[in-house]
C-alpha cells in the first residue's frame, strides 16, 4: 500500500467528496418535495393526477437511474432543452428519490388509522388541522425507517455520475487507476470516502427514529 500516494491524493478525493454531498442532498431535497406531493395525491386520490403520480413511480422506479441520467442529459438537449451535467445529476436524482419516497410518505400515510380522522372530525377539527397534527407526525414517525434507507440508497447512486463526466469520487477513482494504475490505493480512498458520507447518516436516522418511536407511534 503506498500511503504516500494516498496523501497525494487525498485533495482529489476531498473535492469530489464535496461535489458529491452537494449534488447528493440537492437531489434529496428535491425527491422529499416530489415524494410527499406525490403521496399526498395518491392517499387522496385526486383526479387523472394519482393516475399521472402512479405512472411515474412505476416508470422511475422500474428503470435504472443510468438510463434516466442518459435521457436527461443527452436527450433533453435534442428537443432543445440543453442541461448541463450538475443540473442533470440533481434532476435524476431528485425524480428518482421522489419515486421511492412518494411510497414511503404514502405507505405512512395509510398506515395512520382512519378512525383517527373521524374521531378528529367529528370533534370539530378542519381537515388541515387532522393532518398537520394527527396524520404527519404519525405518518412520518411509521415512515422514518423506509425514509433513512432511502436518503443512504440515493447517496450510494450518486456513484454513476461519473457517466455524465461529473467529478465526483467514483470519477476520480477510476480517472487516478487509468493514470497510475494505483488500484488498491485508489479504491480504498473510495470507499473509505463513502462511508464518511454514509454512516454519519445512518447513525442520524438510528437515532432520529429511536426518538420518534414512542407510544403509539411506530407500533
Known sequence: MDYGAMLEYLPLYA???LLTLRIG????AGSIVIGLVSALVTSFRVPILHRIVRVYVELFRNTPLLIQLFFIYFGLPRLGLPVDAELCGCLGLALLGGAYMAETFRSGLEAVETGQTESALSL?????QVMHHIVLPQAIALSIQSFVANVIFLLKETSV???ISLLDLMFVAKDL???YYDTTECLVMLVLFYLMIIVPVSIAGTILERRLRYGAFGA
Not at 442532498?25 to 434529496?28: A, E, S
Open 15 to 17: 473535492h469530489a467528496a
Open 25 to 28: 442532498w440537492i437531489g434529496i
Open 124 to 128: 370539530g377539527m378542519s381537515r388541515r
Open 161 to 163: 455520475f461519473s457517466a
Open 177 to 179: 487507476i487509468g493514470l
